[in-house]
């Protein structure tokens, strides 16, 4: 097989890992998606994928599935394995038991546990050991547990539904709808893949939300976090009537443990500005192993996430429709008074989404 055709082959196999991990886009957090497959010669003999936090890593499925034929068998995995015992044994050691022979990963394992002991593990063992250095979508797949393992901060999406002239809601505080049913659709599936979802009082107070995922598929459902400065909020909100975790971040110190019920924990953040920190807000969920976070509020929380630089992307939902001068606005932002103030963003993507764009802008990179 000359150069081209192997590279060929190993990027056939390495993608299908990729797909195979994407199947655990909606339950591993806060494990990454990983995905694996044991080939013989052109032969796929075993597949699998990381389901579920505490339970058996990608390999270990494809392993199993592959059984007596993992001997001398190619490995292609999206993740580098790992190297040390966690909740489950070290998969690189599984694959040295298994007999492999070649073991292919699409990227490094960020987390410092792990951080290129795998694969060196494998070598040490005569395996032959490499990362692809195809890009096969792996890294974005990850990128919110790549960012929290390099920095100690979960990546950021910020969403927000506007109409034509950049307005969220009426000027009685109503917004719903402003956009379609498919745009909503697939807000849903952005929660369903973040471990928490960040509102803010107003928001909890005008639409009253149960910021939960709505999905087909099996979801483990994200964590709820509510900016709630004076610890106002409505004990009947229907987000307390859901299942799954609410965290009340306050600003006040005498506010701190459970409230409601055991589901409904409170915590105290304040920021310099007497307001929630929010950049404190992102720590703790850090801390939490939060990997993907979805900003889902009002102009008032939008506006201290991206007036503090904390949002990676922002994804703006944009209707064919106007709200006038009279209605609500996408950021609230103080400090800003020329043109020379503005705060720059990149388009990367745009796309139409039944009668509504999908427009995902990242930070400037001109600063
Ligand atoms: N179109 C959309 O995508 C969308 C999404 C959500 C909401 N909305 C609309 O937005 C409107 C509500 O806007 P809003 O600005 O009041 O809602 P918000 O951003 O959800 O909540 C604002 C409140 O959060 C609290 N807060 C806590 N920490 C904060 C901080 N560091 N910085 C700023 N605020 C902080 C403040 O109350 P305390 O001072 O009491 O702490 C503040 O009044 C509603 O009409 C709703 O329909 C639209």
């Not at 928490?196 to 107070?205: E, H, L, Q």
């Not at 443990?257 to 409904?264: Q, V």
Request: charged share 25%.
């Amino acid at each position: 097989m000359n150069t081209t055709d192997q590279l060929d082959r190993d990027h056939r196999f390495i993608a299908r890992a990729v797909e195979l991990a994407k199947r655990g886009l909606y339950t591993t957090k806060p494990n990454p998606r990983v995905g694996c497959v044991v080939v013989q010669g052109e032969e796929i003999v075993g597949e699998g994928w990381h389901e579920r936090a505490g339970e058996p890593h990608a390999e270990i499925h494809a392993l199993s599935v592959a059984g007596e034929r993992a001997k001398g068998s190619e490995v292609f995995v999206s993740l580098e394995p790992c190297a040390h015992a966690g909740r489950t044994g070290p998969c690189a050691q599984a694959l040295l038991d298994a007999g492999v022979s070649r073991v292919m990963a699409a990227m490094i394992d960020p987390n410092p546990q792990v951080a290129g002991r795998g694969i060196e593990m494998l070598r040490t063992e005569g395996i032959a050991a490499e990362i692809s250095q195809q890009d096969c979508g792996a890294v974005e797949l990850n990128a919110g547990f790549c960012k929290r393992m390099t920095s100690g901060r979960p990546l950021v999406r910020l969403k927000v539904a506007a109409t034509m002239d950049g307005r969220t809601a009426a000027n009685d505080g109503s917004s719903q709808w402003i956009t379609g049913e498919a745009a909503r659709a697939e807000v849903h599936q952005l929660r369903a893949r973040s471990c928490a979802i960040v509102t803010g009082i107003g928001t909890v107070r005008e639409d009253d939300p149960r910021l939960n995922a709505r999905v087909d598929e099996d979801v483990v459902q994200p964590l709820r976090v509510v900016l709630d400065g004076n610890g106002q909020v409505d004990p009947s909100a229907r987000l307390f009537s859901e299942p799954g975790d609410v965290l009340i971040v306050t600003s006040r110190e005498d506010d701190e443990g459970y409230g409601f019920d055991a589901r409904t924990e409170k915590l105290c953040l304040t920021g310099e500005d007497g307001r929630v920190d929010v950049a404190g807000v992102l720590d703790m969920l850090a801390e939490r192993a939060c990997n993907e976070v979805l900003v889902e509020a009002g102009a008032g929380v939008a506006g201290a996430f991206v007036s503090r630089g904390l949002v990676d992307e922002i994804w703006v939902y944009q209707s064919p429709d106007m709200l006038g001068s009279g209605g609500r606005g996408m950021f609230v932002m103080r400090g800003i008074r020329s043109i020379g103030d503005r705060v720059k963003f990149e388009l990367k993507d745009v796309s139409r989404i039944g009668r509504d764009l999908r427009l995902i802008y990242s930070p400037s990179k001109e600063g």
